[in-house]
């Protein structure tokens, strides 16, 4: 039985039409936290010159299995991947595009930074890191809605939260990445885009 996450049935056509601005010319895409498996499933189509790399902890994949078996070829069979883990699995020769959707607010910090610095590892140089989900900006929320959202996920795990786009960057520019794009999405959401140097 395929595992269903609603938000990935609301944003996968905003961020397709992101990652349609961004992904012509890429030909190695990792996908980190795919979770479900629906964006592999869908968005890989989308792409068919991209080999399209999901992944996540063991406990998903066999989710992310169920949505692939009727995906196109170039989204590829899962990848077992715990950011906090040294060293990915990464494929050889590493990426031009790394991909995560609502990743960051649910980690813990430490796991953001294990993220990021494997996300520089593994992008080759030029290549891009696109990271989904909801940012507060110099420390402060953008909507009423998001303010909600993150005293809940602190509620579950005081460890997550939602992450700070300045913090952010400068974790980025810590592991030779560079801020290049901020996407505007729908339901208080963001697409923040990092270029590798």
């Not at 895409?29 to 629906?38: A, K, R, V, Y």
């Not at 996920?153 to 700070?164: C, E, M, V």
Request: contains cysteine; glycine residues 10%.
């Amino acid at each position: 039985m395929k595992p269903i996450a609603e938000a990935c049935l609301e944003n996968t056509a905003p961020i397709r039409t992101v990652l349609r601005q961004l992904l012509p010319g890429r030909r190695q895409l990792l996908e980190i936290g795919s979770g479900t498996g629906q964006h592999a499933a869908a968005l890989a189509g989308a792409f068919p010159g991209l080999c399209w790399q999901s992944s996540d902890r063991a406990e998903y994949l066999p989710g992310i299995r169920a949505w692939l078996v009727d995906a196109p070829a170039n989204a590829l069979p899962p990848l077992l991947l715990d950011v906090a883990q040294q060293p990915w699995p990464v494929a050889e020769g590493g990426y031009d595009a790394v991909f995560s959707a609502n990743t960051a607010h649910i980690m813990g910090w430490a796991e953001v930074e294990a993220m990021f610095a494997g996300v520089a590892r593994a992008l080759q140089p030029g290549g891009l890191f696109l990271l989904y989900g909801p940012f507060n900006y110099q420390g402060r929320y953008t909507t009423e809605g998001n303010a909600r959202f993150d005293q809940w996920l602190r509620q579950r795990n005081p460890a997550s939260g939602i992450r700070d786009r300045e913090a952010l960057n400068h974790l980025a520019e810590c592991c030779g990445m560079d801020a290049y794009r901020d996407f505007a999405m729908p339901a208080n959401n963001r697409m923040l885009v990092w270029h590798r140097r």
